[in-house]
């Protein structure tokens, strides 16, 4: 049965950049209702289309008797190598220190040079009120979503099936599963993400736990939602 899991799993892999790259839900969402103001409704797409992705992941959990906590929603473990551990868990700390803390710290200067550049398009960054709280809504769906189905689900069905796989081969899984998902996004973006996946795997590993890769991620999308203030806009 884990075997079929898989199977449909890698089939999810492949769909995804297919799905973003024709752009399905738009087309659905669209045909709906074209009254909506479309800034909005690319939030709408977006949350819609995690969850509808992670319907498949929750059904075969059912029919596999396959629970949350044995795809990664339980308590902190630390059982693995101390130094694998260690590593991970400072790239990790780099990480949310260089995308999260960072351009917190300096974000009135990002801010500021967001909105003198001729080169960056404002109109991508949530501004209002309501879409700052998509904006969260999205991040939130993103960080659970991808979380649980690339990293979660797959390390369970991994081990499952190939319970002596090495570290090694479970990286280079994680790197071209997530890598693929993002191929709409350009190579150079896909290759970035794809080693994002990694080392959110290893932290999974290293952990037991999905909840520090699903922080991970969070705090490494959520700076958007504070660049731009609505007072900015009306001003320019």
């Known amino acids: 049965m884990y075997i079929v899991f898989i199977i449909i799993l890698a089939i999810i892999f492949v769909l995804v950049p297919i799905l973003d790259k024709i752009n399905f839900l738009d087309k659905i969402f669209s045909s709906i209702d074209k009254t909506r103001n479309i800034r909005h409704l690319d939030y709408y797409v977006t949350i819609a289309y995690l969850w509808v992705l992670i319907i498949p992941v929750f059904i075969m959990c059912i029919i596999g008797g396959i629970s949350l906590a044995d795809i990664g929603f339980r308590r902190l473990s630390f059982n693995h190598n101390i130094w694998f551990t260690v590593i991970v868990i400072i790239i990790a700390f780099v990480l949310v220190s260089y995308e999260f803390v960072l351009p917190l710290v300096r974000i009135r200067k990002t801010r500021e040079q967001i909105l003198n550049s001729t ?84 932290l999974l590993i290293v952990t037991g736990s999905l909840i520090p890769s699903i922080l991970l991620h969070f705090f490494g999308e959520l700076v958007p939602a504070f660049i731009i203030k609505q007072k900015h806009i009306n001003q320019t």
Do not use: W
């Open 119 to 202: 080169q960056e398009d404002i109109d991508e960054y949530p501004q209002t009120s309501l879409e700052k709280l998509l904006y969260l809504l999205q991040v939130i769906s993103y960080a659970l979503c991808e979380e649980t189905i690339y990293r979660g689900f797959l390390l369970f069905l991994l081990y499952t099936i190939f319970p002596e796989i090495p570290l090694y081969l479970i990286g280079v899984i994680a790197f071209i599963s997530f890598g693929i998902g993002h191929l709409y996004q350009g190579l150079r973006n896909a290759i970035q993400i794809g080693l994002f996946g990694v080392l959110s795997m290893g």
